[in-house]
């Protein structure tokens, strides 16, 4: 190597130097960036882009992110900050530029007034949809919340638009009870006799054994009380019951609100092994649906058809049950459980995230959904395929773009989603005061063998003299 060989191959090292010393400030000024990645200058490539290049300066593809280790995971309060562990990027939209991708470690997410999930750069959050039914999309698509503004009021003119669930109208009744075996008749006439809708109520307390009670709701989300009454017959094993809901009407005849009628057999063992029910104006008898339940009319908005499930259904014209079911033993008259398949419409309470990546919204009606499940990015070498922009995003090329899979978090080699957490920048505050020191050790000894040169140079000029 010349003597001016070696001015040149110093003033290149003092530009790569130069540039190391940035990349190691910007480490230290992103040690607390969320989700922020360590930027690394191998010595070696600087000196081979050195050569290639004239001994001009490095080219900004020699330094690359630090994908080899990862930040610790702090709890957040919001539910929607995420951090990733294992690899994987999440995948953001830029609603300004139109097809436009970016990738980030930072899961600073929340949803914006539009209901985009979008972090703090107003870039969009990719992932798969999840419909009413639990159905996932297969396609990414950005995620955002369908919201509802409600009317405006005197108390409040601007509403807000917020997150509901939806009422959906009941069409089963669940309904496990035991009817006491030692249980006598109550009532000679019958439960149907004894209801009398002109009453303030209409059943009297003497009149049954057993009143279990159930809330249904109607298609516009409105709640109705059912009141099913029992009773012990005169026939043996045979019980009879009595479908009600509260008379609605001024002045009603004495059978307003009977919503159905019917009777039970129990075998010996304690379990149903028939029963009927009757509805209508002409107290027809109910076959069992396609679904092998008994099912009687509501009055209510959107009236519907509701399965009355007492623990047992018909196929092939016997009564099967499975698991809990109606029972008469002899220790009391009591409803063991009972449920309904319709709400009423439900305010959001709370967000949360699974380890998978669903995104799952519980309201205050008690329904939780799962709305979307977060999509998650990776290559078989992302120090060289994502290239950061800034802002803790980067991008990929179109060389690059078509190397890098994406699919849901755990698959595919993807990591897990922590919901309610960050992760911290995975910049090690030592090494780099390591690298800093050392890089100025360099530095100088580079300018001093510039100095050795020049001086050398001067010494050859001076010999023509």
């Not at 004239?54 to 995420?82: C, H, W, Y």
């Not at 009600?244 to 009777?263: E, K, N, Y």
């Not at 380890?355 to 329904?367: H, K, R």
């Not at 090690?428 to 100095?451: H, Y």
Request: aromatic residues 10%; negative net charge.
């Amino acid at each position: 190597m010349s003597i001016s060989s070696s001015l040149y191959t110093g003033m290149s090292s003092l530009f790569c130097l130069s540039d190391k010393l940035g990349t190691i400030g910007d480490n230290i000024a992103n040690v607390n960036a969320t989700g922020f990645r360590a930027g690394q200058i191998s010595f070696e490539d600087t000196l081979i882009e050195a050569t290639n290049t004239g001994g001009v300066r490095l080219s900004p593809e020699g330094i690359k992110s630090d994908f080899s280790t990862q930040g610790s995971a702090q709890p957040s309060d919001i539910a929607t900050n995420m951090a990733i562990t294992g690899e994987g990027f999440f995948i953001l939209s830029d609603p300004q530029v139109t097809g436009a991708t970016y990738y980030t470690r930072a899961g600073e997410f929340s949803f914006d007034s539009d209901g985009y999930l979008a972090n703090t750069r107003g870039k969009i959050v990719q992932g798969y949809q999840i419909d009413a039914l639990g159905t996932e999309q297969t396609a990414l698509t950005d995620i955002q919340l369908t919201l509802s503004t409600p009317a405006a009021t005197l108390w409040d003119p601007t509403p807000v638009p917020r997150l509901v669930a939806d009422p959906i109208a009941s069409t089963k009744l669940t309904l496990n009870i035991n009817a006491d075996a030692r249980s006598l008749e109550h009532s000679a006439g019958g439960l149907f006799g004894e209801w009398d809708a002109t009453q303030a109520e209409p059943m009297d307390a003497t009149a049954y054994e057993l009143r279990s009670l159930q809330d249904i709701y109607d298609s516009a989300g409105a709640q109705h009380s059912i009141a099913i009454f029992f009773d012990k017959t005169a026939v043996d094993k045979t019980w009879e019951y009595l479908i009600t809901s509260p008379p609605d009407v001024p002045g009603p005849p004495a059978t307003d609100g009977i919503l159905g009628r019917g009777a039970i057999t129990f075998n010996s063992n304690g379990y149903i092994e028939d029963m009927t029910l009757e509805t209508g104006s002409g107290w027809a008898a109910v076959a069992p649906n396609a679904n092998g339940y008994l099912a009687f009319q509501t009055p209510f908005v959107g009236a519907a058809s509701i399965e009355l499930d007492l623990g047992v259904s018909n196929t092939a014209g016997s009564w099967l049950y499975a698991g809990q079911t109606s029972t008469q033993f002899g220790y009391g008259s009591y409803t063991k459980f009972s449920d309904t398949d319709g709400y009423a419409e439900g305010d959001l309470v709370r967000f949360a995230v699974s380890t998978d990546g669903v995104i799952n919204a519980s309201f205050d009606n008690g329904v939780n959904r799962d709305l979307y499940r977060v999509g998650l990015a990776n290559s078989n070498d992302p120090a060289s395929h994502f290239k950061r922009i800034g802002y803790s995003l980067y991008q990929a090329d179109l060389e690059s773009a078509a190397l890098i899979i994406s699919d849901r978090p755990g698959l595919a080699g993807l990591g897990k989603i922590m919901g309610s957490s960050l992760e911290t920048s995975n910049v090690d505050i030592a090494e780099q005061f390591g690298d800093l020191i050392f890089t100025q050790r360099a530095f100088q000894a580079n300018s001093k063998s510039m100095v050795a040169a020049d001086e050398m140079l001067k010494t050859l000029i001076g010999l023509k003299r």
